[in-house]
């Protein structure tokens, strides 16, 4: 037995490691005072991309550890209840599909319109930050080869229904959808011929001479591969899809230095960006991180 002198000495070290190990937390205490910030996405091209983007301007930016293992984590009805919930902290998202499929509100055209209504309801409903929009939106569009929009002098959609002699490629859907042909008859008075094919083929019939326009979305890295040109919509008949990063708010009260690094991305990527990039990764078959690293660091920002 030790003596009564040795037992309260190693007792109060006991009691000192204790102690210690407990302001250490097993390393979580130094994890809780660093701070982590979990980044998830989509599984296309595009928000792969953007995620890569934000947690890379993060780790440059701040003194916080970045968890990407949610980055392809799957849709806004995945993500969105995850964000609220605290078990991711950010994504990128479209204003639109914030606003008619999470708010479930009625169509907005206006893109200042649906970003501020957004921004005002996730705060107030979800305590979510909307960050200010990238400079790009990924919409439903019309798309048509280079050169028959050039030897036609077609530019915008307003153009194209003075050419109903033209073929309009499209699945079984696309002619009975208000959302697209329907509504393309009633906005534009387009009325051209039709041609169905399956979804999978719709460039394909474009560039085998089948058809002459169809529907796209507007940042598709195949339309660089194909030629193909995004005619405008003129009178704003689709509606807005503007990309921003969409984030706990508790996270940039807590970390503020998250929003700065991020909004160095703000109105900072243009629709021909996102192609270009979109193009690398959907027919280069590049790495989404590679990509987003390399535009990072050509604008300056790592």
């Not at 070290?13 to 390393?27: D, S």
């Not at 909004?263 to 243009?270: E, V």
Request: aromatic share 8%; proline share 3%; with cysteine.
């Amino acid at each position: 037995m030790l003596p009564k002198r040795s037992m309260t000495w190693l007792l109060l070290c006991v009691a000192l490691i204790a102690v210690m190990f407990g302001a250490t937390g097993c390393g979580g205490g130094g994890e809780e005072t660093k701070g982590k910030v979990v980044i998830a996405s989509k599984q296309f091209a595009e928000s792969l991309t953007l995620a890569h983007m934000a947690a890379m301007l993060i780790e440059a930016e701040t003194g916080l550890e970045v968890d990407v293992s949610k980055i392809g984590m799957g849709a806004t009805e995945m993500l969105h209840p995850a964000l609220v919930e605290g078990q991711i902290d950010l994504y990128p998202e479209y204003t639109g599909t914030a606003w008619m499929v999470v708010l479930e509100g009625d169509v907005i055209h206006d893109r200042q319109e649906i970003f501020e209504k957004t921004k005002e309801a996730y705060q107030e409903k979800f305590s979510i930050t909307c960050l200010d929009p990238l400079g790009f939106q990924n919409t439903f569009a019309i798309a048509m080869p280079q050169e028959v929009s050039d030897e036609l002098g077609i530019k915008t959609l307003s153009d194209l229904a003075e050419h109903n002699d033209l073929t309009f490629v499209g699945d079984s859907t696309t002619f009975t959808r208000a959302d697209v042909y329907l509504g393309l008859q009633e906005t534009y008075g387009i009325d051209m011929k039709q041609k169905v094919v399956d979804t999978a083929f719709f460039y394909d019939a474009l560039a085998e001479g089948h058809g002459h326009v169809t529907t796209c979305f507007s940042t598709d890295g195949r339309l660089k591969e194909y030629q193909f040109v995004v005619l405008e919509d003129d009178k704003s008949f689709f509606p807005p899809y503007d990309a921003m990063y969409v984030v706990r708010s508790e996270i940039l009260e807590k970390h503020p230095e998250v929003g700065e690094a991020l909004g160095k991305l703000s109105n900072s990527i243009d629709e021909e960006t996102m192609i270009d990039l979109n193009f690398k990764v959907e027919v280069e078959n590049q790495d989404p991180a590679d990509v987003a690293e390399e535009f990072l660091k050509s604008r300056g920002l790592i």
